[in-house]
C-alpha cells in the first residue's frame, strides 16, 4: 500500500514564488527516485525535476536556475521551490516516487496539484 498526495499549488503572479511538498505513505523503504513532473492542457506530461537517492538532481532546460527540488529521504518527503514563476509554468504538477526492490517497488503517482501563473 502506497500513497502520494502534493501540496501547495496556488494561483500566483508572474514572479512569485511557491513550495510544492510531496508525501508518500505506505510500504516506502528507501525510495530511490523521488521527481515532479507537469501536465498542461493539450500537452504532453514532463519531467520538471528529479532528485535519485536524495542527492543527485537534475532539472528541465526550462526551470534551470529558478527551480530547486530537494528530499528528506528517511520521511518520504520531496519538496519542489520554485522562484521567479512564468505563465508557461502553468500546469498541473505531479509527484512520483520510484521504489526499488521489494514486494511495492515500482512508481507511485500523486493526484496532482494546480500551479497557475498569471497577472
Known amino acids: 500500500q502506497v500513497q502520494v498526495v502534493e501540496s501547495g499549488g496556488n494561483l500566483v503572479q508572474p514572479g512569485g514564488s511557491l513550495r510544492l511538498s510531496c508525501e508518500a505513505f505506505g510500504n516506502i523503504f528507501l525510495p530511490y527516485n523521488m521527481g515532479w513532473y507537469r501536465q498542461a492542457p493539450g500537452k504532453e506530461r514532463e519531467l520538471v525535476a528529479n532528485?535519485?537517492?536524495?542527492?543527485?538532481?537534475n532539472y528541465a532546460d526550462s526551470v534551470k536556475g529558478r527551480f530547486t527540488i530537494s528530499a528528506e529521504v528517511g520521511r518520504n518527503l520531496v519538496y519542489l521551490q520554485m522562484d521567479d514563476l512564468k505563465p508557461e509554468d502553468t500546469a498541473r504538477y505531479y509527484c512520483k516516487i520510484e521504489i526499488v526492490g521489494g514486494t511495492f517497488r515500482g512508481d507511485y503517482w500523486g493526484q496532482g496539484t494546480q500551479v497557475t501563473v498569471s497577472s
Open positions: 532528485i535519485t537517492r536524495g542527492v543527485h538532481e
